[in-house]
């Protein structure tokens, strides 16, 4: 694979960790604050587009959404088939 594309590979996944990271903050302050709330379909659907590791440090930063069982499983669950997707990137090239 080409410098440039693994480049904009990394760069999505940051991008995407970011983007999960801020979505858990933002949600737990409304949540606080009594506001509109960010859906718990799209919460999960950022961890699964490559933002795991962001929502896995958000959920656990900000003690938002650790009693939800389809976010303290799912979200690992997650995460470990990104880390398999990775190792099997990485043992094919």
Same mark, same amino acid.
């Given at each position: 694979?080409?410098? &440039?594309?693994?480049?904009?590979?990394?760069? $999505?996944?940051?991008?995407?960790?970011?983007?999960? *990271?801020?979505? *858990?903050?933002?949600?737990? /302050?409304?949540?606080? =604050?009594? =506001? $509109?709330?960010? !859906?718990?379909? /799209?919460?999960?659907?950022?961890?699964?587009? +490559? +933002?795991?590791?962001?929502?896995?440090? +958000?959920?656990?930063?900000?003690? @938002?959404? &650790? =009693? @939800?069982?389809? *976010?303290?499983? +799912?979200? !690992?669950?997650?995460?470990?088939? $990104?880390?398999?997707? *990775?190792? $099997?990137? =990485?043992?094919?090239?």
């Amino acid at each position: 694979m080409s410098s &440039t594309a693994e480049l904009l590979i990394w760069s $999505y996944l940051l991008l995407l960790n970011l983007i999960a *990271f801020a979505a *858990f903050w933002v949600d737990k /302050r409304r949540a606080r =604050k009594g =506001k $509109y709330r960010i !859906p718990e379909r /799209r919460l999960l659907l950022v961890a699964m587009l +490559g +933002g795991s590791i962001g929502a896995w440090l +958000g959920m656990y930063l900000f003690r @938002h959404k &650790t =009693k @939800h069982r389809k *976010f303290v499983i +799912g979200v !690992p669950v997650i995460l470990l088939l $990104y880390v398999g997707l *990775f190792v $099997y990137w =990485k043992l094919i090239s």
